[in-house]
C-alpha cells in the first residue's frame, strides 16, 4: 500500500490477490484538505478502476507485470486532474470513463457525493459548479438498483449534517 498527496489530492494505491489467485490493482484518489476529516466516510474520495485491473498472480517481476502496473496503476493517477475535477467527479450520477480506466459511483451513494461536491465546489469558490450541484440536489427522486427510489435532497441534508459535524462547520443546502 502506498499513500502520498500532490496538488491538493490524495492518493491511496495497493495491490493484492483476490480469491482466485489474481493480481488486482486498486487506486483511490481523494481530496487532501478535507478527506482526512471525512476518514470514516470514505475519505471524500473516488475508486478508480481499470478495465482489465487483474492479472494472473506473478511468480517474478518481468515486462508484463511492469506494463500492468503502469498502465493501469499508474495511469490511474492521471485520472483525476485536480480538485476541480474531483468535484465534478463526485457530482457525477454515475460511473465515468476515461479509456480503460473507471471511476466507480454508484447511485445509493450520489446523495453524499453531492454533498462532497457542493463543500469542494464552496472552497475552490466555483459558483458555477456550485450551481450545477445545487440543480442536482433538487432534482427530484432517484431509482435505486434494488427497485426503490430515493429523495436525493433529503438525504443530502441527513450527510450534509454528518459532514458538518465531522468538518467542523456548517454545510447549507
Given at each position: 500500500?502506498?499513500?502520498?498527496?500532490?496538488?491538493?489530492?490524495?492518493?491511496?494505491?495497493?495491490?493484492?490477490?483476490?480469491?482466485?489467485?489474481?493480481?488486482?490493482?486498486?487506486?483511490?484518489?481523494?481530496?487532501?484538505?478535507?478527506?482526512?476529516?471525512?476518514?470514516?466516510?470514505?475519505?471524500?474520495?473516488?475508486?478508480?478502476?481499470?478495465?482489465?485491473?487483474?492479472?494472473?498472480w506473478?511468480?517474478?517481476?518481468?515486462?508484463?507485470?511492469?506494463?500492468?502496473?503502469?498502465?493501469?496503476l499508474?495511469?490511474?493517477?492521471?485520472?483525476?486532474?485536480?480538485?476541480?475535477?474531483?468535484?465534478?467527479?463526485?457530482?457525477?450520477?454515475?460511473?465515468?470513463?476515461?479509456?480503460?480506466?473507471?471511476?466507480?459511483?454508484p447511485?445509493?451513494?450520489?446523495?453524499?457525493?453531492?454533498?462532497?461536491?457542493?463543500?469542494?465546489?464552496?472552497?475552490?469558490?466555483?459558483?458555477?459548479?456550485?450551481?450545477?450541484?445545487?440543480?442536482?440536489?433538487?432534482?427530484?427522486?432517484?431509482?435505486?438498483?434494488?427497485?426503490?427510489?430515493?429523495?436525493?435532497?433529503?438525504?443530502?441534508?441527513?450527510?450534509?449534517?454528518?459532514?458538518?459535524?465531522?468538518?467542523?462547520?456548517?454545510?447549507?443546502?
Amino acid at each position: 500500500m502506498a499513500r502520498w498527496e500532490s496538488q491538493g489530492l490524495a492518493y491511496l494505491a495497493w495491490i493484492s490477490e483476490d480469491v482466485a489467485g489474481s493480481l488486482t490493482w486498486n487506486m483511490n484518489v481523494g481530496d487532501a484538505k478535507f478527506g482526512p476529516a471525512l476518514e470514516k466516510y470514505g475519505r471524500m474520495s473516488v475508486p478508480i478502476r481499470g478495465s482489465g485491473s487483474e492479472m494472473p498472480w506473478p511468480r517474478a517481476v518481468d515486462t508484463s507485470l511492469e506494463k500492468y502496473l503502469l498502465e493501469g496503476l499508474g495511469g490511474s493517477t492521471r485520472f483525476v486532474a485536480d480538485r476541480t475535477d474531483l468535484c465534478v467527479l463526485l457530482s457525477s450520477p454515475g460511473d465515468v470513463w476515461r479509456g480503460e480506466l473507471s471511476v466507480w459511483l454508484p447511485v445509493a451513494n450520489y446523495p453524499a457525493r453531492l454533498v462532497q461536491a457542493l463543500v469542494l465546489a464552496r472552497d475552490l469558490g466555483s459558483a458555477d459548479l456550485e450551481s450545477r450541484i445545487q440543480g442536482r440536489l433538487e432534482q427530484g427522486p432517484i431509482r435505486l438498483s434494488n427497485g426503490r427510489s430515493m429523495d436525493v435532497l433529503a438525504s443530502a441534508k441527513g450527510w450534509a449534517s454528518r459532514y458538518s459535524s465531522a468538518l467542523g462547520f456548517d454545510i447549507a443546502i
